[in-house]
């Protein structure tokens, strides 16, 4: 079969077309059994993309599922591998299918693709991650090791001396024969664990297509990157929008893609052609780096039992609880911030909002005359710092006043 092409029809048929070991990696992201008719619209709401997930029963999912991998694993070489892409709906049958055409003996990992998501969630824990198994064709299989930076916890100097074992067979630093300690090889950070916190599109991300299920690029990348070198070939049996056959033409590898969609190989070959990938910001950065709170500012948050909002001028938490159903900001007074600067701040942060409570934490002994150029309704809150400091200098006062009187 042609490579670096997407392909239109039934992807067991589509797969017995392709020689035996001819792949390297395969990508599998069939539906969910989540026994739904998913549909979703583009940006400008002017396509539709729809697909059914609904099957007889769990043995016919499955059986589509065992004749797909059994295809698979003919085409694959020796050295390819399987992710398989699934969710809590079938994880569990999906794992025995696995088992019994692969072999467990091949199991590698069961990734955990964790994300944050916005949900009102039903009773129950909120779902914010998936599952993709990575299973190997044979022992022989191709992998690089990827390597994340150390924590922030992390002693680096600590890490950087070698260790042996004692004569009591503990671990302790390895020293010359003056008693100075040895440092160890270069580091190279720590290896890729088996979860992945790469965040979901967001809703206004250019790379969305308005395709149900869509993956973002940067999770392939990191499977391709894994277990693939440029000019290996890469195969998508349920390709859909055509998410792994971008990142793998982005990472230089030839690719198939297989979908029984006209609508999703038209689509998959527009992406191939723009080759839009949004960057995520979050993983460039780094969580810390959206931190800009301190210590202070995120205890007297947690005080008033408030969660820390990030990047706002002019609010720094919100109240865990409403106050006449809308939610309530809260202001922090900074060190080199006047009671009316934050008052105006806030006021400024909630314009248009219509909040039935506005909160300003007052932190420095001052007071406001509130002759602003505007009217203000802000709640005036001194923190607990400022209460004590206020009462120490109240009580000293009134001892000096009694012994003056003595």
């Not at 924590?151 to 024969?177: C, F, H, P, V």
């Not at 969609?261 to 527009?270: C, G, I, P, R």
């Amino acid at each position: 079969m042609e490579t670096n092409k997407i392909v239109h029809g039934n992807c067991i048929e589509k797969l017995k077309e392709i020689n035996a070991d001819q792949v390297d990696l395969i990508y599998f992201d069939p539906p969910f059994f989540t026994q739904k008719k998913h549909s979703l619209s583009n940006r400008t709401n002017s396509k539709t993309y729809e697909f059914e997930d609904k099957y007889e029963s769990i043995d016919e999912y499955l059986l589509l599922i065992e004749n797909a991998l059994i295809q698979c694993k003919r085409v694959l070489k020796s050295t390819g591998s399987v992710f398989l892409h699934c969710d809590k709906t079938a994880s569990h049958y999906i794992r025995t299918v696995l088992d019994k055409v692969l072999g467990s003996e091949n199991f590698q990992s069961e990734i955990i693709w964790s994300y944050k998501r916005w949900s009102n969630s039903k009773k129950g824990l909120l779902n914010s991650h998936q599952i993709i198994f990575f299973y190997s064709k044979t022992v022989d299989f191709k992998f690089n090791t990827l390597y994340t930076n150390y924590s922030a916890t992390t002693n680096l100097d600590q890490i950087l001396q070698d260790r042996e074992r004692n004569e009591n067979g503990k671990s302790a630093y390895k020293k010359d024969e003056k008693g100075n300690i040895l440092l160890g090889k270069e580091k190279k950070g720590v290896p890729l664990s088996d979860v992945w916190e790469i965040p979901f599109l967001n809703p206004k991300a250019k790379e969305r297509t308005g395709y149900p299920t869509q993956k973002p690029v940067l999770l392939l990348n990191q499977i391709l990157n894994i277990a693939t070198d440029e000019g290996d070939l890469v195969l998508d049996p349920f390709c859909g929008s055509g998410t792994t056959c971008v990142s793998a033409k982005l990472l230089k590898r030839d690719f198939i893609g297989i979908d029984i969609s006209k609508e999703a190989v038209e689509l998959a070959n527009s992406r191939l052609e723009e080759m839009i990938i949004t960057e995520s910001a979050l993983l460039n950065k780094g969580a810390d780096e959206y931190i800009e709170k301190t210590e202070r500012e995120l205890a007297i948050l947690e005080e008033i039992n408030a969660f820390p909002v990030q990047r706002n001028l002019g609010i720094d938490g919100f109240m865990k609880e409403h106050y006449n159903g809308m939610p309530v900001p809260v202001k922090i007074q900074s060190e080199n911030e006047t009671l009316e600067d934050a008052i105006e701040k806030l006021e400024k942060a909630s314009i248009g909002k219509n909040y039935a409570l506005k909160i300003v934490i007052q932190t420095k002994e001052s007071k406001t005359n509130r002759l602003f150029d505007f009217h203000s309704d802000v709640e005036i809150i001194k923190s607990l710092e400022l209460q004590t400091k206020e009462l120490t200098k109240r009580t000293h006062k009134n001892k000096d006043t009694l012994q003056r009187l003595g």
